[in-house]
C-alpha cells in the first residue's frame, strides 16, 4: 500500500494515475493550485478506493508552501511515490513580447518541482519509493 | 475558456455524420465559462445510435472529463457525479460498497449527462422505472444561467429526456440502489415462441428481466429466445475479462443474414432445454457488448440502424406482425431484444410508456429504410413510440405525433434556449422544436 503525491495533479494524465492507484487502494494526494478542482478528484479517488485522499496546495513558484507538504507525507504511510505533471507553456508570441515569462515556464516546470522533491528525497528514500517525472 | 476543435464525429452506429467545432473543458469552471459566452449542446461519450448528441456545422460541448463522483452518503445512497462520469466507472467503484446505479442502459460507456437527457431505462425499467426518476438534483447550464432543477421544478420534466435542449447537465445527484453483492444471479431458460416470451415477460418477477429474441426465426419459431432474469447477488466470480478491441471494419459478409441465421440457432441452443443458472460478474450480465469496446465496427464501413420501439400492452399482437415483417426480409442481426416496460418515465419527451418494447438492428448495407418505414407506421398506428436515442430513420410527422407533450415542451425549452442555440441534428431532422 503505496503513498503517491502528484504535482500537477488537475491535468489529465494525473487523473488517470490517480484514479488506477486509487483503485489499488493507495493513498493518494493531488497537488496544485486549483484547490476546488483537487479536491474533487479527491473525493473521487476515496469513492473509487483510495486508503486515504486529500488535495494539497502546491505553487512551484512559491516554496514557502513546501514545508507543509513535507510534514503531510512524512505522516502517511507505506513507500512515497511523487509523480511530477507540473508546467506550463504560454503561447510563443506572448514570450517573443516578454522574455521574462520563460523565468516562470523554469519554475513550473524544473525548479519547483525539483525544490520539493529535494526536500522529500530523504523520505522516498527511507520508504523506498519512486519518483517519476512525466514531461 | 477551452478551445475548440473541428471534429468529425458519428452515433454509435455510423451512418449519421457531422463535422462540429468541439470544445473539451477540463473544469467545472471553464465549462460555465464557455456556456456563458458560446453555449452549444452537450455530447459524452456518442453511444446514442443516431444524431441525438451531433451538431452539423455548429458547436458542441465535449463533456467527457467532468466525470468525477463528487460525493457520496452511505445512509441514503445519494451520490453526486459529474455529468461526464460513465455508468460504468460509477458501478465498478459502487457495487463493492453495495451500490448500484440504478437504472443502466445496455453500455456502460454511456454518461450520467445522456442518461438523463435520454432519460434511459434499463432491464429493470418494470419495477424501478427510468433513470430521471432517480434524480434528485441536478445544476443545469442553460444559455440563460445556472439553475439548480430539482424534480418538483416544471424545468425537471423539459430536461429529463429533453435531449439536452435545456442546457447542459454539469452534474447530477442520484440515488443509487442496495445491492445485495457485486454479482448477478442469472436465469436463462429457452423460449420456444411468441407467445410463450410474453407470457413468461408477464408473469416475471424477478427485478431484472429481459428477453433475446432470434428475429431470423419464422413461422412457428417466431419470437422463440432467451429469457434471463436476474438478481444481485453476494459471491465470488472471477472479475470480467478485460475488453478486446475489433481491429478493422467488418467486411460485408460477416454479418450476412445467412451467419447471423447460424449464430442466432447457435446462440438459443447454448442453453440447456431445462434452462440454467449462472453467476455472473455485474458488468457481465448489464454490459455484455462493451467486452468488444467497438462492436460497432462489425457492421463495416456503412454502418447500422437500430429500431427500438414500444407499443402499449394491449397492441402486442402489433409487435408481433413487425417481427413478422423483419424475419421475412431476412435483415434482422443478432441483437433483438424484447421487454416489458413499466409506466415509468421521467420526462414530457421520455420514451417508455407501459407495454412492450423490441429493439432489432439493421445492417446499413442491407438498405433497411423501407422496412423502417412500415416499422413506424404500424408502431404509429398502435399508439407505441419510436425510442429517439436509437432513432436514425424516423420522420418528423411520426415522431411528433408519437409523443404527444411535444408541442408543450417545445414551448418549455423556448424559454431557455430562445435563440436556438442547443438544437441538434436529430431536433431538426424530427422537427420537434418547431411550433405545432
Known sequence: MSTWLILGGSSAMARALARAVAAQGDAVFPAGRDRGDLEALATDCRLRGAREAEALTF???????????????TQAKGPLNIAVFTGSMPPQPEID??????????????????????LLAPHVEHTQGTEVGVG | MPTHKQQTLTGWGR?????????????????????????????????????????HGGEAVDLTRLDRMLGFDEDTGLLRVEGGARIGEINAAMAPRGWLVPVMPGTGFATVGGAIAMDVHGKNHHSAGSFGEHVEAMPLLTPTGVEEVLPCDPLFKVSAGGLGQTGVIAEASVRLTRAKGDVMMVTERRVADWDEHLALLDASEATYTVGWIDATAEGASLG??????????????????????????????????????????????????????????????????????DWNRLYGKSGFHQVQCVVPLAAADTLKRIL?????????????????????????MSFPMEGYTLAVDFHAAHGPEKLAQRIEQMVLEAGGRLYLAKDSLASADSVRAMYPERAAWADAVAEVDPE???????????????AA
Open chain 2, 324 to 348: 413478422e415483417a423483419i424475419a421475412r426480409t431476412g435483415m434482422a442481426s443478432p441483437l433483438a431484444v424484447l421487454k416489458r416496460m413499466g409506466p415509468g418515465r421521467a420526462g414530457m
Open chain 2, 224 to 293: 422463440r429466445g432467451i429469457l434471463e432474469e436476474a438478481e444481485t447477488a453476494a459471491g465470488l466470480v472471477p472479475p470480467a475479462k478485460r475488453g478486446k478491441r475489433v481491429p478493422f471494419d467488418a467486411p460485408a459478409f460477416a454479418l450476412a443474414p445467412s451467419v447471423v441465421k447460424a449464430f442466432n440457432a447457435a446462440y438459443w441452443r447454448r442453453v440447456p432445454v431445462s434452462g440454467r443458472t449462472v453467476v455472473k460478474p455485474i458488468e457481465d450480465f448489464f454490459f455484455p457488448l462493451d467486452k468488444i469496446y
Open chain 2, 420 to 434: 436556438s442555440k442547443l438544437m441538434t441534428d436529430l431536433v431538426r431532422r424530427l422537427k420537434l422544436r418547431e
Open chain 2, 15 to 55: 451512418t449519421l455524420r457531422a463535422t462540429s467545432m468541439v470544445a473539451r473543458p477540463e473544469r467545472r469552471r471553464a465549462l460555465e465559462a464557455l456556456m456563458a459566452q458560446r453555449p452549444a449542446p452537450a455530447m459524452g461519450r456518442l453511444r446514442s445510435y443516431g444524431d441525438t448528441a451531433l451538431n
Open chain 1, 59 to 73: 505553487d512551484a513558484r512559491d516554496p514557502s508552501g513546501f514545508d507543509a507538504i513535507r510534514q503531510r507525507m
Open chain 1, 97 to 118: 513580447d516578454d522574455p521574462s515569462l520563460i523565468d516562470g515556464v523554469i519554475k513550473d516546470s524544473f525548479t519547483g518541482p525539483a525544490q520539493l522533491i529535494t
